[in-house]
């Protein structure tokens, strides 16, 4: 049916107080918005993520795991420091550095389903531009593509090239314009790419803001569903099911609905006749019933975030 591509793993149903904050404070942008077709066939309208956006959960991001490389600088300084090791302390600063960052964000962004602290506290999460599930891989490689986009510069540049009699340090020059052109690339094409995105085939976009509204779920249930039938999907998939319900009634809109009801049946093992008649029935009954059952388990901090996550165990 669906793919997962809008909701971490982890978040409920309903956002939480910072991310109501952090929607007040970017709710004024006017996001650019993508159709991306799911491998099921499904169009899904996504929100690319802001560059300001971006930046605050960078930060966000930065400052955390500043915080976490530093605690563990300080016990190897104190150590080496007392036989004189200066060299090799610097040595194996520079590399904790590098292993810290990189695993700080492979780890939440495979953990998390594509988010990090950062991008979860403004409301981001990676997703992978061709509808699928977001892959190790495109995680490792967008993740150490940021070496060579931004550290290794910064490296560069931090240590300082003096030019000789007042002439231009050119290798100081250039590694300033490649650090300049990977900092604004984002802000310069139209799904608001770093260069890790580009070669890990991902996009970073913003979640929805709204929680999951309760007026699709008053009204008495024809259909009803086990345990296991509803642990096939998870949030961001009733999101989805949310909006094609919402849509408004036309010869299209019934054709989608009945792919999507044929695509739940199989997924969920349905085998009882199911009239085309009662299709939108059927799909309001799931929605209800998925909904109740995401909730429950989520106050058992079993929240499942999608399909491709680990399905929660039954109640």
């Given at each position: 049916?669906?793919?997962a591509q809008d909701t971490p793993r982890g978040p409920p149903p309903l956002p939480s107080a910072l991310q109501?904050?952090?929607?007040?404070?970017?709710?004024?942008?006017?996001?650019?918005?993508?159709?991306?077709?799911?491998?099921?066939?499904?169009?899904?309208?996504?929100?690319?993520?802001?560059?300001?956006?971006?930046l605050v959960a960078f930060s966000i991001d930065f400052a955390i795991w500043t915080l976490l490389t530093l605690?563990?600088?300080?016990?190897?300084?104190?150590?080496?420091?007392?036989?004189?090791?200066?060299?090799?302390?610097?040595?194996?600063?520079?590399?904790?550095?590098?292993?810290?960052?990189?695993?700080?964000?492979?780890?939440?962004?495979?953990?998390?389903?594509?988010?990090?602290?950062?991008?979860?506290?403004?409301?981001?999460?990676?997703?992978?531009?061709?509808?699928?599930?977001?892959?190790?891989?495109?995680?490792?490689?967008?993740?150490?593509?940021?070496?060579?986009?931004?550290?290794?510069?910064?490296?560069?540049?931090?240590?300082?090239?003096?030019?000789?009699?007042?002439?231009?340090?050119?290798?100081?020059?250039?590694?300033?314009?490649?650090?300049?052109?990977?900092?604004?690339?984002?802000?310069?094409?139209?799904?608001?790419?770093?260069?890790?995105?580009?070669?890990?085939?991902?996009?970073?976009?913003?979640?929805?803001?709204?929680?999951?509204?309760?007026?699709?779920?008053?009204?008495?249930?024809?259909?009803?569903?086990?345990?296991?039938?509803?642990?096939?999907?998870?949030?961001?998939?009733?999101?989805?099911?949310?909006?094609?319900?919402?849509?408004?009634?036309?010869?299209?809109?019934?054709?989608?609905?009945?792919?999507?009801?044929?695509?739940?049946?199989?997924?969920?093992?349905?085998?009882?006749?199911?009239?085309?008649?009662?299709?939108?029935?059927?799909?309001?009954?799931f929605y209800t019933a998925e909904r109740a059952f995401l909730e429950r388990e989520q106050l058992f901090g079993?929240?499942?975030?999608?399909?491709?996550?680990?399905?929660?165990?039954?109640?």
């Amino acid at each position: 049916m669906m793919s997962a591509q809008d909701t971490p793993r982890g978040p409920p149903p309903l956002p939480s107080a910072l991310q109501e904050r952090a929607s007040q404070l970017f709710g004024d942008l006017r996001r650019q918005r993508r159709e991306i077709i799911t491998p099921e066939g499904v169009p899904v309208t996504v929100e690319i993520a802001d560059y300001g956006e971006r930046l605050v959960a960078f930060s966000i991001d930065f400052a955390i795991w500043t915080l976490l490389t530093l605690l563990v600088y300080l016990p190897i300084f104190l150590v080496i420091g007392r036989i004189g090791g200066s060299l090799i302390a610097i040595s194996i600063a520079l590399f904790i550095g590098f292993v810290v960052r990189n695993l700080y964000f492979i780890y939440f962004e495979l953990a998390w389903q594509g988010s990090t602290p950062g991008k979860r506290v403004i409301g981001l999460r990676v997703i992978d531009r061709r509808g699928g599930p977001l892959l190790p891989s495109a995680v490792i490689a967008r993740n150490l593509t940021r070496e060579v986009e931004m550290f290794i510069p910064l490296g560069v540049l931090l240590e300082g090239g003096r030019s000789v009699g007042g002439a231009v340090d050119w290798s100081q020059l250039s590694t300033a314009v490649w650090l300049l052109f990977f900092a604004a690339l984002p802000a310069i094409n139209r799904d608001r790419m770093r260069g890790g995105d580009l070669i890990a085939g991902t996009m970073v976009i913003a979640l929805p803001r709204r929680a999951l509204s309760s007026d699709l779920v008053e009204r008495a249930m024809q259909f009803t569903f086990t345990p296991q039938q509803l642990q096939a999907y998870g949030a961001f998939e009733l999101q989805v099911l949310e909006e094609l319900l919402r849509r408004p009634p036309s010869a299209e809109t019934a054709r989608v609905l009945d792919e999507v009801c044929d695509k739940i049946c199989n997924k969920i093992g349905w085998t009882a006749p199911l009239p085309r008649q009662e299709v939108t029935a059927f799909l309001r009954d799931f929605y209800t019933a998925e909904r109740a059952f995401l909730e429950r388990e989520q106050l058992f901090g079993k929240a499942k975030a999608d399909k491709y996550a680990q399905p929660a165990a039954p109640p």
